[in-house]
């Protein structure tokens, strides 16, 4: 499944008669890019005692309530400033669209008292623009390259041989050394969500790996052999400054990335953070062989 990519697209809209707004969510009239339809919405939002604008920007496809779907979309939000007093405002972030999050964006994106005096709002309408681009997944369709159907949970993904050989040491030995002659392979112990995302990254322009998804991907990145994912989690997991050292000696004892290891060792280049290291819970998990290695760490400190 080659994934629909869309860069460079802007909706520009118009919200008017908002001085006796009830608040009730308000959607746009709706725009089809691809196989994909989006529209904005506003709505009020009442939060801890203050009422706010809510901006968001609305994937409203047919298909939006089937599970074979996803979405990667960088969205830049802006509320436009109509006066000149300020700039205008604006937000971004990197969102995944799926049959469950439909809808993303911010609920406090403007506290709504401030609207016309700073500008964003005048003769009682506010104007929004959204710039987004995405590549849009959707294994539920059958392309001309389809010659293998992967199962589960009901679900059907269809799929091509010749990219899972590629990407993948177990369904090159499943397809060739093995000669797999089957058009269905039922996969059982797998999340239907995971195994998307899992299978969206054996495609070409798939770079989402993050902090909801880079356990499940390494998970299967190792269970099926795909190297090159494995080593993107791995990538990923050495720039992220976010995650605790003892958190990446576990998954780096957990899914054999020994550039994460090597990394994090080296970064224990003093005694508190080994110290810090050796308290935690995650140390009590670690490989007796890891423990090792920290434990000779603080040998270069005596």
Not at 146 to 175: A, M
Request: hydrophobic share 35%.
């Amino acid at each position: 499944m080659i994934p629909f990519v869309s860069n460079n697209n802007t909706i520009k809209r118009i919200f008017e008669d908002l001085n006796n707004w009830d608040g009730i969510p308000k959607l746009s009239e709706i725009v089809k890019i691809g196989p994909t339809k989006w529209g904005i919405q506003i709505q009020k939002n009442m939060i801890d005692g203050g009422v706010y604008l809510g901006i968001y920007l609305t994937y409203s496809g047919e298909n939006q309530w089937e599970k074979d779907w996803f979405c990667e979309t960088n969205i830049t939000m802006k509320l436009i400033n109509q006066t000149g007093q300020k700039l205008n405002l604006s937000k971004a972030a990197t969102l995944i669209y799926n049959h469950i999050s439909r809808s993303w964006g911010w609920k406090t994106f403007y506290k709504w008292d401030n609207l016309m005096k700073d500008g964003y709002m005048k003769d009682n309408s506010i104007i929004v623009e959204i710039d987004f681009s995405f590549k849009y997944y959707d294994f539920s369709k059958i392309p001309n390259l389809t010659d293998i159907i992967l199962k589960i949970e009901g679900n059907e993904f269809f799929t091509n041989k010749g990219i899972l050989c590629t990407q993948s040491e177990y369904f090159y030995d499943l397809f060739v050394n093995k000669n797999y002659q089957g058009s269905v392979i039922e996969f059982k112990d797998v999340e239907i969500a995971h195994f998307r995302q899992f299978l969206a990254s054996l495609y070409p322009h798939f770079d989402e790996i993050n902090r909801k998804n880079f356990i499940f991907l390494s998970k299967l990145a190792m269970k099926y052999k795909v190297s090159v994912l494995q080593e993107n989690c791995e990538k990923f997991l050495m720039k992220d400054i976010e995650i605790s050292l003892g958190n990446k000696l576990k998954y780096a004892d957990e899914y054999d990335y020994s550039n994460l290891m090597k990394h994090c060792i080296e970064s224990l280049d003093s005694v508190q953070k080994i110290k810090n290291v050796r308290e935690s819970e995650e140390f009590r998990n670690l490989k007796e062989s890891t423990k090792h290695a920290i434990m000779i760490k603080i040998l270069n400190f005596v």
